[in-house]
Nanobody, 115 residues
Framework: QVQLVESGGGLVQPGGSLRLSCAAS????????MGWYRQAPGKQREFVATINSTDITNYADSVKGRFTISRDSAKNTMYLQMNSLKPDDTAVYYC?????????WGQGTQVTVSS
């Protein structure tokens, strides 16, 4: 039984910043990968960023240079620092972790970038 609790979403102006967090709890012995995905209204959920157990990161081209994924292993928490936000970044952001062959998802947090 694994639970993911997200926080940090909100409304920001274009060019602003937000930091999302995702805290994992439960029967977690080893996390194979973790990441962030987002879904805008009427669109498919898309990959944003991932980080593996050796801190290798990967980013969608649309967020490279603006977003940074990180983790705190001691707290079982990961973060997504989002800078230079654009209206196209508006979406519900979901965190996930992969433990063995099982993927767990957070509840999603709304990020709205608007003037």
């Amino acid at each position: 039984q694994v639970q993911l609790v997200e926080s940090g979403g909100g409304l920001v102006q274009p060019g602003g910043s937000l930091r999302l967090s995702c805290a994992a709890s439960g029967s977690i012995f080893s996390i194979d990968a973790m990441g962030w995905y987002r879904q805008a209204p009427g669109k498919q959920r898309e990959f944003v960023a991932t980080i593996n157990s050796t801190d290798i990161t990967n980013y969608a081209d649309s967020v490279k240079g603006r977003f940074t994924i990180s983790r705190d292993s001691a707290k079982n928490t990961m973060y997504l620092q989002m800078n230079s936000l654009k209206p196209d970044d508006t979406a519900v952001y979901y965190c996930n972790i992969v433990v063995g062959i099982t993927t767990y998802w957070g509840q999603g947090t709304q990020v709205t970038v608007s003037s």
